[in-house]
T-cell receptor
Framework: EAQVTQNPRYLITVTGKKLTVTCSQNMNHEYMSWYRQDPGLGLRQIYYSMNVEVTDKGDVPEGYKVSRKEKRNFPLILESPSPNQTSLYFC??????????????FGPGTRLTVT | AQSVTQLGSHVSVSEGALVLLRCNYSSSVPPYLFWYVQYPNQGLQLLLKYTSAATLVKGINGFEAEFKKSETSFHLTKPSAHMSDAAEYFCAVSDYGVQGGKLIFGQGTELSVKP
């Protein structure tokens, strides 16, 4: 089944404890992206990647890092999480040749709580 | 810069009634527009998309949307609501440049369906 997977689905952590949220897609998509969803704000892009070793900042990149060492994986790293990063996070990927300009396919989400 | 405004954060309809969710966009280029649905504890699922072909776009689950350039609108409709339509709906516009694209989301509209 073609899909985007994320792990973990739920995470509660404490301020300052480094964490990684994994994202993987099995559709051979070049473009991948991370969004965060907050009530009343919709989804906002954190980082995106056009291909392996090519990443760039989105609209709200502060406090986050990403890496793209393999086409299928795009982990989101919070090196020192803070309570304002409590949110619902979505990974997405986009079909080849579209560079994120057309529809994106979303993972199931990771609900992160930072205390 | 592209932007999206969804009118009404909550919409409530009776089962069998017309569903109308409003979306207005702002775009400096011909837009690509999307409607996504998010069921509780799930990721976003693409309902339909407009990519400059037919202005009336049909999607899954009986939903459709009409692109009206003169009104800069892309409202989502369904003739007869079903209980299973209860979810949050997001309108999005594609924002793209030299470095790749992203989706700009509206704030979301939560649809409730009363029996």
């Amino acid at each position: 089944e073609a899909q985007v997977t994320q792990n973990p689905r739920y995470l509660i952590t404490v301020t300052g404890k480094k964490l990684t949220v994994t994202c993987s897609q099995n559709m051979n998509h070049e473009y991948m992206s991370w969004y965060r969803q907050d009530p009343g704000l919709g989804l906002r892009q954190i980082y995106y990647s056009m291909n392996v070793e090519v990443t760039d900042k989105g609209d709200v990149p502060e406090g986050y890092k990403v890496s793209r060492k393999e086409k299928r994986n795009f982990p989101l790293i919070l090196e020192s999480p803070s309570p304002n990063q409590t949110s619902l996070y979505f990974c997405a990927s986009s079909p080849p040749g579209t560079s994120g300009r057309l529809e994106q396919y979303f993972g199931p989400g990771t609900r992160l709580t930072v205390t | 810069a592209q932007s999206v405004t969804q009118l009404g954060s909550h919409v409530s309809v009776s089962e069998g009634a017309l569903v109308l969710l409003r979306c207005n966009y702002s775009s400096s280029v011909p837009p690509y527009l999307f409607w996504y649905v998010q069921y509780p504890n799930q990721g976003l699922q693409l309902l339909l998309k407009y990519t400059s072909a037919a202005t009336l776009v049909k999607g899954i689950n009986g939903f459709e949307a009409e692109f009206k350039k003169s009104e800069t609108s892309f409202h989502l409709t369904k003739p007869s609501a079903h209980m299973s339509d209860a979810a949050e709906y997001f309108c999005a516009v594609s924002d793209y440049g030299v470095q790749g694209g992203k989706l700009i989301f509206g704030q979301g509209t939560e649809l409730s369906v009363k029996p």
